[in-house]
């Protein structure tokens, strides 16, 4: 049985010691607990520590288990951090608080175009990330690098999006640094203030190069069980 409640105050600690000595400010990154494919009974050990960020990476299965979940501890806060189409972005916008994959112009205008709808109903406006394809990998999500800027900028003078941040997910078999330095220098040059990146393996190093929010999973709940 995997210790949640340790794993996630072994964490937490690691992340005081990197913010230290990285010359961070104590408490300026966030932790993001990924507990996709978990059970509630999984996830309620880490609300009852007292964690209250959470990611996950789809919809459906997110729909089907944080309502519930939200009813307990109110003031969760709900990151998407997995790919978002088009036709979930209604039911997208209800359930989360930040979305990290922004990484593509129709979605920016689906959201653009709901995102009123959900104001307007509950008073929320979720925050969104763009995602950046840093190593350039044809199968995963993203814009390009070089695109970056120009994507940024559309997504907030065409779209009226409010971007508030940056988002990677280095390739497997890379050195996940350079890739960690190219989104905060993209991040910098657009004055985006938050970076998502780092995850169980390279957190630390996220840390020393500015991320924001680190996004870890494995490392709380154990392994996860291949979805069916
Ligand atoms: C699953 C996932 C994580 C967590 O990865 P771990 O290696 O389990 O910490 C982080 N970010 C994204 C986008 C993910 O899909």
């Not at 969760?76 to 997995?82: A, I, K, S």
């Not at 695109?147 to 078999?173: H, K, N, S, T, W």
């Amino acid at each position: 049985m995997t210790d949640i409640v340790q794993n996630l105050s072994d964490i937490l600690v690691a992340i005081h010691r990197a913010e230290k000595d990285g010359g961070r400010e104590p408490g300026s990154v966030s932790l993001i607990a990924i507990s996709k494919t978990c059970g509630p009974e999984m996830i309620r050990p880490a609300l009852e520590s007292g964690q209250r960020v959470f990611g996950e990476n789809y919809v459906q299965e997110s729909a089907g288990k944080w309502p519930a979940l939200r009813e307990e501890a109110a003031d969760v806060e709900l990151h998407l951090v997995g790919p978002l189409q088009s036709n979930k972005v209604r039911e997208a916008l209800r359930l989360f608080d930040v979305i990290h994959t922004l990484d593509r112009p129709s979605l920016a205008a689906a959201l653009a175009k709901e995102m009123p709808r959900e104001f307007d109903r509950t008073g929320r406006r979720p925050r969104c990330l763009v995602q950046v394809n840093t190593g350039e990998e044809p199968q995963k999500g993203g814009i390009m690098p070089a695109d970056a800027d120009a994507f940024v900028d559309r997504c907030r003078a065409e779209y009226g999006l409010v971007v508030e941040g940056l988002m990677c997910i280095p390739p497997v078999d890379d050195l996940p640094s350079p890739h960690f330095g190219l989104l905060r220098m993209i991040a910098e040059r657009n004055n985006l203030p938050l970076l998502s990146m780092g995850m169980s393996a390279d957190f630390q190093a996220a840390i020393q190069l500015g991320a924001t929010h680190v996004r870890v999973g494995t490392a709380i709940f154990g392994k996860r069980v291949a979805k069916a």
